[in-house]
């Protein structure tokens, strides 16, 4: 039982170019995220999808984009990285859309645009 | 709107010393209010939540009651370890059951 997986963990870009983070769940969650962390400022939402078949922008959708593949998989794409972009993404799931579920979050991706 | 202020770190401590790590919220309603921790080069993983006024979390060891007059949500634990050490999110879920973060604060622990 994995729980939840990250690839790439490491990744570095020029602006403009383009690239998909990949995240997969095992525990038959129905819920979500994409999360970007920057340095003093917590964790943003960027992307959910609170079931399979949909998804909705978060606090910070602007540059991204996003795929839930199936019930397993939600992928976030950068079309033309720009250096704002440099971050940690984590992607985290969770049970179902309910204000008291507990998120399980995967490892991170660690992405520096030059 | 929705917000989150944790105390700012890093805090440092010795080990067996007590710690309290400062939150408080704003919100509409009656949000869920979480700890998150966050071990050095992992991702977050849930320490405790409180889902009503009065409720207390607790794992651990660690403990925070959601305080709904003082709008609080403080973390504390009796005797600290050196494996303690990590950064520690205090977090909300609002109307739109979307999670609000905090800053995070680093806690560091001295043998």
């Known amino acids: 039982n994995a729980g939840v997986t990250q690839t790439p963990k490491f990744q570095v870009l020029k602006t403009g170019q383009s690239m998909t983070l990949q995240c997969a769940q095992d525990?038959?969650?129905?819920?979500m995220y994409w999360y970007r962390q920057d340095p003093g400022m917590g964790l943003r939402l960027i992307y959910y999808?609170?079931?399979?078949?949909?998804?909705d922008k978060g606090e910070v959708p602007n540059g991204y984009n996003v795929s839930r593949l199936n019930k397993r998989e939600f992928s976030l794409r950068l079309e033309s990285a720009a250096p704002s972009q440099t971050s940690v993404y984590f992607c985290?799931?969770?049970?179902?859309?309910?204000?008291?579920?507990?998120?399980?979050f995967g490892p991170g991706t660690r992405l520096t645009v030059l | 709107g929705n917000s989150v202020t944790q105390m700012e770190g890093p805090v440092t401590l010795s080990e067996e010393a007590f710690l309290t790590i400062n939150c408080t919220y704003t919100?509409?309603?009656?949000?869920?209010l979480f700890w998150y921790v966050q071990y050095p080069g992992e991702g977050l993983q849930l320490l405790l939540k409180?889902?009503?006024a009065d409720d207390k979390g607790s794992n651990k060891g660690f403990e925070a009651t959601y305080r709904k007059e003082t709008t609080s949500f403080h973390l504390e634990k009796g005797s600290v370890q050196v494996s303690d050490s990590a950064v520690y999110f205090c977090?909300?879920?609002?109307?739109?059951?979307?999670?609000?973060w905090g800053a995070g604060t680093k806690l560091i622990i001295k043998p």
């Open positions: 985290a799931s969770s049970e179902g859309w309910e204000r008291y579920n507990e998120q399980f």
């Open positions: 525990m038959n969650h129905n819920s």
């Open positions: 999808s609170a079931s399979e078949g949909t998804t």
């Open positions: 919100a509409t309603g009656y949000p869920s």
């Open positions: 409180a889902t009503k």
């Open positions: 977090a909300l879920t609002d109307s739109n059951y979307q999670l609000i």
